[in-house]
């Protein structure tokens, strides 16, 4: 079917307009992802392998070095940044949605097309998760704990806590919606972070949901010596798809070719 044909730049909103999801939108858009994963299973699986060899590459990294703050820091963001590397299975999904037959090459035009912009959400998120590790040293020089003060521990894990919370809601936020837009629609990174923080805090519950089931299952990747990662995050991948086909309406937009 084909799209309204996008409207003049000065006519546009600054956000994206977006639904109103109903609880039931987290588990549609899995079954969604799902169906694309097996209707492309072998480019599904190369992308996963590539992001389980990234992941193996980096946990030896920080185990050779001796540096486990430096993994926790990179496995506790993994499921914020993974998007920068699903850019091309976006591009999958965006293929079997057009009827089209997904190829590798289309892939790396498209990553090659949304470079830019990518940087521009990579950058955002290197300073949120470098802010969000400052934020943890501070809580521990401000609150020091010893093992036999108890009351002093709590403090320290619950000061702590909602602080992680606070950085995890920020780039969660900014991450949900703006990569796949960006790999659908000729539009700028900000307008497309600000339209995916907005149309998370209009669907807080749904968004809750949907941000534990992405916890929950690369906790399951990583869980399986990473190798589940190898179908799960393109499973993500496709499943994010649909959530931002579902909720965000970029048609004044023009489509990337």
Same mark, same amino acid.
């Given at each position: 079917?084909?799209?309204?044909?996008?409207?003049?730049?000065?006519?546009?909103?600054?956000?994206?307009?977006?639904?109103?999801?109903?609880?039931?939108?987290?588990?549609?858009?899995?079954?969604?992802?799902?169906?694309?994963?097996?209707?492309?299973?072998? *480019?599904?699986?190369?992308?996963?392998?590539?992001?389980?060899?990234?992941?193996?590459?980096?946990?030896?990294?920080?185990?050779?070095?001796?540096?486990?703050?430096?993994?926790?820091? =990179?496995?506790?963001?993994?499921?914020?940044?993974?998007?920068?590397?699903?850019?091309? =299975?976006?591009?999958?999904?965006?293929?079997?949605?057009? +009827?089209?037959?997904?190829?590798?090459?289309?892939?790396?035009? *498209?990553?090659?097309?949304?470079?830019?912009?990518?940087?521009?959400?990579?950058?955002?998120?290197?300073?949120?998760?470098?802010?969000?590790?400052?934020?943890?040293? %501070?809580?521990?020089?401000?609150?020091?704990?010893?093992? +036999?003060?108890?009351?002093?521990?709590?403090?320290?894990?619950?000061?702590?806590?909602? #602080?992680?919370?606070?950085?995890?809601?920020?780039?969660?936020? &900014?991450?949900?919606?703006?990569?796949?837009?960006?790999?659908?629609?000729?539009?700028?990174?900000?307008?497309?972070? #600000?339209?995916?923080?907005?149309?998370? %805090?209009?669907?807080?519950?749904?968004?809750? &949901?949907?941000?534990?089931?992405?916890?929950?299952?690369?906790? #399951?990747?990583?869980?399986?010596?990473?190798?589940?990662?190898?179908? *799960?995050?393109?499973?993500?991948?496709?499943?994010?798809?649909?959530?931002?086909?579902?909720?965000?309406?970029?048609?004044?937009?023009?489509?990337?070719?």
């Amino acid at each position: 079917m084909a799209e309204p044909p996008a409207t003049d730049p000065a006519a546009r909103p600054f956000v994206v307009p977006c639904a109103d999801l109903d609880t039931g939108a987290p588990w549609r858009w899995l079954r969604a992802g799902w169906r694309d994963l097996r209707r492309a299973p072998a *480019l599904s699986l190369l992308f996963g392998a590539v992001i389980v060899l990234v992941s193996a590459g980096i946990s030896w990294l920080a185990y050779a070095l001796g540096r486990f703050a430096l993994l926790a820091t =990179l496995l506790s963001g993994f499921v914020f940044v993974a998007p920068l590397i699903c850019v091309g =299975l976006y591009c999958v999904s965006r293929a079997l949605e057009q +009827g089209r037959t997904p190829r590798l090459r289309d892939s790396f035009v *498209l990553a090659r097309r949304v470079l830019g912009q990518a940087g521009v959400f990579a950058l955002g998120q290197g300073v949120i998760i470098l802010l969000w590790s400052r934020a943890g040293m %501070m809580v521990g020089a401000f609150f020091p704990f010893d093992g +036999g003060d108890p009351g002093a521990f709590r403090e320290f894990l619950a000061l702590g806590s909602a #602080v992680g919370a606070v950085f995890a809601t920020l780039t969660f936020a &900014v991450a949900a919606f703006s990569l796949p837009m960006i790999a659908d629609r000729d539009v700028d990174m900000v307008t497309a972070a #600000v339209s995916s923080v907005h149309a998370v %805090m209009r669907n807080k519950r749904v968004m809750l &949901v949907w941000g534990l089931l992405l916890v929950v299952l690369t906790a #399951v990747g990583f869980a399986t010596a990473l190798l589940g990662l190898g179908v *799960l995050m393109p499973w993500l991948a496709y499943a994010s798809w649909h959530g931002y086909r579902e909720t965000l309406d970029a048609a004044a937009w023009p489509a990337l070719e």
